[in-house]
């Protein structure tokens, strides 16, 4: 298991400071989904190149992409136009930088009570033309989305096709749409389909994203559980957390906020790996 940071998690608006501080923590590997002139890939070819650069300049890998591809509504008329064009260009960055990992959505959710058959048509879709184009893709469980809990997510994922689709498990996500334990309710029934993990955490009690160790995921257990099954992917940080809720910060480094409760999620999710911190590597 290794473990990943969001580059737009440590810093949302300047990734060469985002890349250093995620270099002088000690990872190696960043993931990439937001740089300054918009979401990977809707971004200008010299944008993706210099960020490269710096990723490889920085000794640093990728450990995945995260297009956003379809967090919108199923009747989008543009979807296939992002199917045709958006999608093999994001594959085809992806494996420039190094990796064949993808994350994508199953549309926005509605008042229906269960997702439309035309859900799981897109989603093969997107998965035939990542395959074609040398990607992997999973799909991540997001709470406005179809698909919001690990369950929902892993019936869409079993419809499609294992072959074709795996799971990027989100427990904050399920958290966050109504699940109340997404360690070991949900990962029982969904274990098998994890290629990827995101690392955050949700309070149900203010509605609010939390530092790691505080909310209703059981990262310990969910970590312990996942080094047990023989999980050998990434956990990748994905704080969504600005305020840091105890005055914690780094004074030594002057950052607070989110480079610091990404920092503080980081050396988390070390310790619960046992994994040597920044400082004692």
Not at 189 to 200: F, G, N, P, S
Not at 247 to 271: C, M, P, Q, T, W
Request: glycine share 10%.
């Amino acid at each position: 298991m290794e473990i990943s940071v969001f580059v737009d998690e440590i810093d949302r608006y300047d990734p060469a400071r985002a890349i250093a501080l995620a270099a002088e923590w000690g990872v190696s590997h960043v993931e990439l989904r937001q740089l300054a002139g918009g979401r990977f890939p809707a971004v200008e070819d010299d944008e993706l190149e210099a960020f490269h650069a710096r990723v490889r300049d920085a000794g640093l890998g990728i450990s995945g992409v995260s297009p956003g591809f379809f967090k919108g509504p199923l009747e989008d008329p543009r979807i296939d136009e992002h199917l045709r064009e958006s999608l093999p260009r994001a594959c085809e960055w992806a494996l420039r930088l190094g990796t064949d990992r993808m994350s994508c959505f199953a549309f926005e959710r509605t008042a229906a009570p269960r997702p439309p058959a035309a859900v799981v048509d897109r989603l093969g879709q997107m998965a035939d033309i990542a395959a074609r184009e040398g990607c992997r893709l999973a799909l991540e469980n997001e709470a406005v989305c179809w698909g919001a809990t690990g369950a929902e997510a892993a019936s869409l994922i079993r419809q499609v096709g294992e072959d074709r689709i795996s799971l990027c498990w989100d427990p904050g996500n399920s958290a966050r749409a109504g699940t109340r334990s997404p360690y070991p309710a949900e990962y029982a029934d969904l274990k098998e389909l994890i290629t990827h993990v995101h690392v955050k955490n949700f309070n149900p009690d203010t509605g609010g994203w939390s530092l790691a160790e505080s909310g209703l995921v059981d990262w310990p257990g969910q970590l312990d559980a996942l080094c047990a099954h023989g999980y050998s992917g990434f956990v990748v940080v994905e704080t969504h957390l600005d305020i840091s809720p105890d005055a914690f910060e780094v004074a030594d480094h002057g950052f607070k906020g989110l480079a610091a409760n990404s920092l503080r999620n980081l050396e988390y999710i070390r310790s619960c790996l046992g994994v040597p911190g920044r400082d004692n590597k």
